[in-house]
């Protein structure tokens, strides 16, 4: 009788990394088609630059010289010509000179995506059972990234003005006088448009993170705040924001992370980061050993696309797009629940989400009724708030959810509202 082969050991981080909330969302997906998904944070397939992709590719392939460039390997830290529009772009940010800015080319990073550098920030400053402080609710991918390295994300509270400065400051005070101080390494901090809540961090509280991030940050213990400013450019209403890390003026506290697949296409796949000098060579040692440099030919592409001057009037195109389909989300949900005042929501001045309370007795989960109902029997899918909740976070709220405007037209967004307004109504009666 031939014995049965033993089960593989994996590794630890392997299984850290198993049953995360992304990989069924996206099976959700896939096994049923036939369900609209407000749940998907994708873009607008009719927003996707097809021109602007097409002129740059033709005059980088009618150039022989340039394209054998684009289409040989490329370097780990990215396109010196990406580099030198990016740092151009970003001071159009900031509202200064690319001088001004204050940093050296070297200290831009780019990425295959921005997830690739939260990832790697991750790697690079936590090991397994270090801290990273993280806001109440958030983005849940990257808390998964964080569960994936066995570090411990503790939440922070937070309200309509993003995470609370003063709560973040007692929990490290707390933390200190339990000697885990020196375990904490970072903190996690999506500043404008916030997925999933939509909330955008106060432009004093940015400067009081960083000041208490200074505060209790030491030479052998340094604490750094990781900015995930991924929606930044799809500001809709409102007032422009400094970023977080422009109130770094020693430039060696925050680090800015942020993404072009928002703005300009997911497909090319490229991300940025400002570093510190400090983790300048650990980031590129550690994505060195991973890729040695994200995809030439898409840094290349978007290169050409700013320098032509075509970038920020697609990123124009863009915000209005998800403008009037922010607006005809809004529009849907005060149809759908004009009689149910206890259901509520946040107006968003721009990115991509609706966060939404339901009242207390709705399990919004994925075991819950209402995401069986809505799923099942309504075709509707959302993202439960509960997954934007560190696990062991005490008392998480379970009736919230998180809903997408950006892949669905006006008809799918209004029609995916009423659907999802169905199932909360048919569990309010039940």
Known sequence: MIPHPSPAQFSLRSQWAKDQAISFLMQQAVENRDVLSLAAGLV?????????????????????SLARQALQYGTTAGADALRVQLRLNLARLEHCSADE???????MILTTGSQQLLSLVADVLLDPGDICLVAAPTYFVFLGVLSGIGARAIAIETDEHGLNPQALDTALARL???????????????????????????????????????????PAHPLFVLEDAAYRELRYDGADRPS??????????????????????????????????SLVEPICNLKGNDDFGSANLNQHLLALVMSAGDYEPHVCEVRDSYRRKRDTMLAALDLAFSGFPEVRWLRPEGGLYVWVALPKQIDTGFSGPLFQLATKKHHVMYV???LCYPSGAGSVPTNQMRLCFGVQDAAGITEGVRRLAAAVIECLLA
């Open 244 to 277: 977080v890390w422009s109130f770094d003026e020693s430039r060696e506290t925050v680090i800015l992370a942020q993404t072009f697949s928002k703005s300009f296409a997911p497909g090319v796949r490229i991300g940025m980061g400002i570093l510190p000098k």
């Open 384 to 386: 439960p708030g509960e």
């Open 176 to 218: 200190d006088q339990a000697g885990e101080r020196s375990r904490v390494k970072l903190i996690y901090v999506v500043s404008d448009y916030e997925n999933p809540s939509g909330v955008s961090l106060a432009t004093p509280r940015r400067c009081e993170i960083v000041a208490i991030a200074r505060k209790w940050s030491r």
């Open 101 to 107: 800015l204050n940093i050296d080319q070297s200290q």
């Open 44 to 64: 607008d397939e009719k927003s996707l630059p097809v021109f602007e992709c097409r002129t740059a590719l033709t005059s980088l392939f009618h150039d022989d």
